[in-house]
């Protein structure tokens, strides 16, 4: 992983665990990315799942570095609604979230806002508001947030470059109406 993270100057992790409703959003947006679009040269999508953590470890050990992370996550954030996609800062993540370990909230806070100020690394943290995320193991993602995995997979490939995969009778317009504040 540590080969193919050093080749490539643009990272998309996709955090979370599927098993957990809508904490799957982001292994959900590479999975789709994946199946619908051809990556840009030197672009890669990966779903990291919740091993987060070790691969920032890995990247700031590092002494070949991406030029910029996006990492897709669930996130609760007042204000907001369920199936709403936005973009936080590093910054931006609750006090109290900074020692939470569970994968939805950022448990890599710090590492985060390591690669921020001492690196030129340009991170962007994407995000969806969820709708439930159960105490127990239950797979699948809202109808909300499983909207919302079309329109922000659109939003990369728009921003990143790189090309729709166009297979024999699938259509790639998809005609979902999501909004959100990017």
């Not at 370990?101 to 448990?107: A, G, M, N, Y």
């Amino acid at each position: 992983m540590i080969e193919l993270i050093n080749k490539s100057h643009t990272l998309v992790f996709g955090c979370g665990n599927p098993l957990f409703g809508d904490d799957g959003f982001g292994p959900a947006v590479i999975q789709y990315l994946e199946t619908h679009y051809t990556p840009a040269d030197g672009c890669t999508f990966i779903d990291v799942g919740t091993s987060i953590r070790e691969i920032l470890f890995d990247i700031i050990l590092s002494d070949r570095r991406p030029e910029k992370i996006i990492i897709l996550d669930a996130v609760d954030m007042p204000g907001r609604w369920p199936g709403e996609l936005f973009d936080i800062d590093v910054d931006q993540i609750r006090p109290e979230k900074i020692s939470d370990f569970s994968l939805h909230q950022f448990p890599t806070t710090n590492m985060l806002k390591e690669l921020k100020e001492n690196t030129s690394i340009d991170i962007r943290l994407m995000v969806v508001q969820f709708e439930t995320l159960p105490d127990m193991v239950a797979p699948g993602l809202s109808l909300p947030v499983q909207k919302a995995v079309p329109v922000i997979a659109e939003k990369l490939i728009r921003d990143l470059g790189g090309k729709p995969i166009h297979e024999k009778g699938r259509s790639m317009d998809d005609n979902v109406s999501v909004t959100f504040a990017f």
